[in-house]
């Protein structure tokens, strides 16, 4: 019912950017929210970014890795989703997936259940 694509990853030095994109096609009426995760070389998959309707928890979420760096939105159709990465460090090299949910708890940045094939992000020091 949603499939995505992600794009924009690359080779960046520390220090520098890059933007990610995620094309959103859904087919549904259902209503979902979406995340970035990411998997670091020998790690698991960690959440990195969500966003979701105005609420009590708000509408961005970011692990605290990437809080004050890295940066989620989305277009208002939500068919296109963003991460913009500031200050990138070694640490942050990994696959970045972009993942969609049905919105329930979407802020635990878990549980996610439509996934894209990821981006390479590979940023050296």
């Known amino acids: 019912q949603v499939s995505l694509v992600e794009s924009g990853g690359g080779s960046v030095q520390a220090g520098g950017s890059l933007r990610l994109s995620c094309e959103a096609t859904?087919?549904?009426?259902?209503?979902?929210?979406f995340g970035w995760f990411r998997q670091t070389p020998g790690g698991e998959r960690e959440g990195v970014a969500g966003i979701g309707p105005e609420g009590k928890y708000g509408t961005t979420r970011y692990a605290p890795s990437v809080e004050g760096r890295f940066s989620i939105s989305q277009d208002n159709d939500k068919h296109r989703l963003y991460l913009q990465m500031d200050n990138l460090k070694p640490d942050d090299t990994g696959t970045y997936y972009c993942a969609a949910l049905d919105c329930y708890k979407w802020w635990l940045l878990r549980g996610y259940n439509y996934w894209g094939p990821g981006t390479q992000v590979t940023v050296s020091s």
């Open positions: 859904v087919n549904s009426r259902q209503t979902y929210c």
